[in-house]
């Protein structure tokens, strides 16, 4: 859908629109691990097994802090050339 708006714009608007297609998807990948990592955790709180709410609560905490904070740290680095 959205190429469809950006196409009467040129090619440079399209290979810009496509990176930054790009670039959120990696944004979005640790999201989707966290949002199952807090799954499991709900269903261990249901099943009142709390060693398995501590450890995954741990791997949620793990997974979210270190994953976003690379990406995060490498697009504030990296910014310029990318963007250039």
Do not use: H
Not at 40 to 47: D, R, W
Not at 76 to 81: D, E, S
């Amino acid at each position: 859908m959205t190429t469809v708006i950006v196409t009467p714009l040129g090619v440079f608007a399209i290979a810009a629109n496509s990176f930054a297609i790009t670039a959120e998807s990696l944004c979005i990948g640790p999201v989707w691990d966290c949002r199952c990592c807090t799954t499991l955790v709900g269903q261990s709180i249901g099943a009142d097994r709390r060693k398995l709410v501590r450890s995954f609560a741990r791997i949620t905490i793990f997974i979210w802090y270190d994953r976003y904070g690379v990406i995060g740290v490498l697009m504030y680095l990296f910014a310029p050339q990318i963007i250039g």
